[in-house]
C-alpha cells in the first residue's frame, strides 16, 4: 500500500501542502480534485520525491520512499506528468522505451524490445512507432506518455491531468484504459484531475483537496455532493441522473459573493 | 504488464502490419551504426586529403612514402606541418560538437552549444590578457590563460546554478550573462591595448591551427578524450532529460548531478579546442543538428555521430581554408562558417517534415 502521512511542502515561506493523509491501494483508482492551485501536482511530486517534502513521510509497504534508491523508487512509482516538454526529434518507439530505464543496461535487452513492442501494440500505437513522437496529435502523445508509464511496470501509477487536453472520446478510451489495467494488473493508480463526472464514474475512492490539505475523503458517492462542490469550487451544481442509474454533476454557475456569505 | 485491451490512436491505426519489434529496433539501430561508420570514412578521406593538400601539393602516393619516412622532404612537410594540424583538426572538431551535443542535451535548447555556456568569451578574455600581459610573445601562457577563464566561467555558472537551481533557463541565462561580461572586458582590453596588440587579438578570435604542436595536442587531447567514456555512460539520462526533468526524476536519474556534471564535461572539451585553436564558431551548434538528422537523437549514436562530423567540418574547413586563396591561409573560424553553413541550410530544407 502506498500511503501519505501529514504530508506538508512549503515554496519558500508560503505553505503549499499541509497534513496530507492518504492511502493509495493497489487494485484501486484514487482520484485527487481540487481547484486550481491547491496542490494536486504538487502533492504528486512529493510522492514521488521529485520536490522533496518539508514534512510527513510517504510510504510503500514499510518503506520510506526518502530512503529508497531513484531506481527502487522508479520500479515502485511510475508518472505521467501533465505536459510533455520535446525540444528534439525523437521516435514514438524510443519516446516509449525510455520507461525501461530503471532495467536498462545500455543495450537494450530482448525483453526491453518485446515489453514496448507489446505495450505499442496493446494501445494501437504501433503504426506510430517510427514516427516523430512531436508531430502526433494531443491524444496520441498522451498515449505515448501512458505507454512509457505502463512499460515502467511499476506498482503504482500516478497521472497528473492525463485527460486535461483531451476530447471526450480520447478521455473515455484512456480511462477506461486505466480502470482495465488497475483490475487486471493489480496496479496502484493516483490520479489528479478536474473533471467531476469523470472522477465520479472511474474512481474508487476520491480526495478533495482545498487550501493545500484534505478537505474530504471516500467513496466518490459519499464525497461528491453539491454541499462539498460547492465549498472547494464555489460553483452551484445540480445532480443528475443517467439511465443507468449514474449520478454526474451540471454546473450551473459560480457562486456570487453574496451566497458565500 | 498486461494492457487489457486495444484503444484507437486515430485513423493511422487501422489495417496496419504487425510491427516486429526486435527486428525492426535491430536494423535501426544497424542502420545508426552503418552512418557512423559512414562518417568515419568521410573522416578518413578528409584526413588523406588534408595531408596532400596546401602549399607544397603532394600525390596520394607521395603521402604515404612520407608517412613511412621514404621522402624527407616530404616527410618533414607531412609528420611536422600536416599531421599536427589534422589532428588538432579532428580533436577540436569533435571536441566542439561533442561539447554542443552535451549542451544542447543539458539545457534542453537547440540553440545551445559551448559558447552558450560562456566558454567562449571566457576563453577569449582570457587570451586576450595573455596577448596583452606578454605582448603576444609566449603561446603557453595565452592558451593557459584562456584555458583557466574558460574553467572559471564555468564554475561561475555553476555556483549561479547552485546557488538558485540546476534548470536549463538558469545555466542559460547565467551563461548569457557572463557571455556578455567576458565580451565587454574583452572590448575594454582591446580598446586599452596596442595596435600590435589588437591585430593579435583579432587574429585569435579568427581561430587556427597553424601554431599547434605535439605538447599542445597532447594537452587538448588529456581534455577532450577523457570525458567521452563517461558522457557514452549517461547516454540514456541525456535521452531522458529530452522528456522533461520532472520525468527523467520520476524514471531515477538524477538531474541536477547529470547537468552540472554535463556542464563540466562539455565545457572541459570545449575549452581544450578553444584554448589552442581560437574561436572556432559554428561547429558546436551545428554538427549535433546534422548528426541528428542524419540518424536521430538516441546519444548512444548521436554522440560519436556527432563527434566525427565536427571532426570532418573541422578538417574540411582548414583544407579548404589552405588550398583556396593558397599560398595564403584563410582562418578556420571563418572556413568553417562558409563550409558548415550551406550544408545545414541543405539538410534543413531537404526535409520533408519539421525539424523542431
Known sequence: MLQVTDLAFRYRKQ?????????????????????NGVGKSTL?????????????????GQEDVRHMSPLKRA??????????????????????????????????????????????????????ASRDFDCLSGGQKQKVMLARAFVQEASYLLLDE??????????????????????????????????????????????????GGVF?????????????????????????????????????????????? | MCIPKAVDAGSECKNHAVLDGTAWYGATSAKKVVSIGLLFGLLVISAVAGLSVGAAKLGLLDVLSALVGKSDVSSNIVWKLRVPRIVMAVLAGWGLAVGGTVSQAILRNPLASPFTLGVASGAGFGAVMGIVLTGGLSNGIIASSAFCFALVTSFLILAVAHLKSASSETLILAGVAFMYLFSSLTSFMQYVSTMEEVHQIVFWFFGSLSKVGWAEIGIAALMIVPPVPALMKWAWDLNLLMVGDDSAKSLGVNVARLRTGGVILASLMAAGAICFCGVI?????????????????????????SGILGAVL???????????????????????????????????????????
Not at chain 1, 505553505?15 to 481547484?35: A, T
Not at chain 1, 516538454?85 to 525483453?111: I, Q
Request: a positive charge; proline letters at 7%.
Open chain 1, 216 to 261: 474530504a475523503r471516500g467513496k466518490p458517492c459519499d464525497v461528491l455532493n453539491w454541499k462539498n462542490i460547492g465549498a472547494v469550487f464555489g460553483v452551484e451544481v445540480e445532480q443528475m441522473k443517467g439511465n443507468n442509474g449514474s449520478r454526474c454533476w451540471y454546473p450551473v454557475r459560480p457562486f456570487q459573493k453574496a451566497d458565500r456569505g
Open chain 1, 75 to 128: 520500479k515502485l512509482l511510475a508518472y505521467v506528468p501533465q505536459a510533455y516538454p520535446s525540444k528534439f526529434p525523437m521516435t514514438v518507439f524510443d519516446a516509449v522505451l525510455v520507461g525501461r530505464r530503471p532495467y536498462l543496461s545500455w543495450r537494450p535487452s530482448h525483453e526491453d524490445i518485446t515489453k514496448v513492442t507489446e505495450v505499442l501494440r496493446l494501445m494501437d500505437l504501433e503504426p506510430l
Open chain 2, 281 to 305: 564558431g559554428f561547429i558546436g551548434l551545428v554538427s549535433p543538428h546534422i548528426a541528428r538528422m542524419l540518424i536521430g537523437s538516441d546519444h548512444r549514436f548521436l554522440l560519436p555521430a
Open chain 1, 15 to 35: 505553505m503549499v501542502l499541509k497534513d496530507v493523509c492518504l492511502e493509495s491501494k493497489r487494485g484501486q483508482i484514487l482520484g485527487i480534485l481540487g481547484p
Open chain 2, 314 to 356: 573541422v578538417l574540411s574547413a582548414d583544407t579548404l581554408g589552405r588550398s583556396v586563396w593558397a599560398p595564403q591561409v584563410i582562418p578556420i573560424g571563418i572556413m568553417t562558417s562558409f563550409i558548415g553553413v550551406p550544408f545545414f541550410f541543405y539538410l534543413l530544407v531537404r526535409r520533408k517534415k519539421e525539424y523542431w
Open chain 1, 162 to 211: 492525463p485527460t486535461s487536453n483531451l476530447d471526450v472520446k480520447h478521455q473515455l478510451e484512456v480511462m477506461e484504459l486505466l480502470q482495465e489495467t488497475v483490475s487486471q494488473d493489480g496496479v496502484g493508480v493516483v490520479v489528479a484531475m478536474h473533471d467531476l463526472n469523470m472522477a465520479q464514474r472511474f474512481s474508487d475512492e476520491v480526495l478533495v483537496m482545498n487550501g
Open chain 1, 44 to 60: 504528486l511530486k512529493c510522492m514521488l520525491h521529485i520536490l522533496k517534502p518539508t514534512g510527513g513521510s510517504v510510504t510503500i
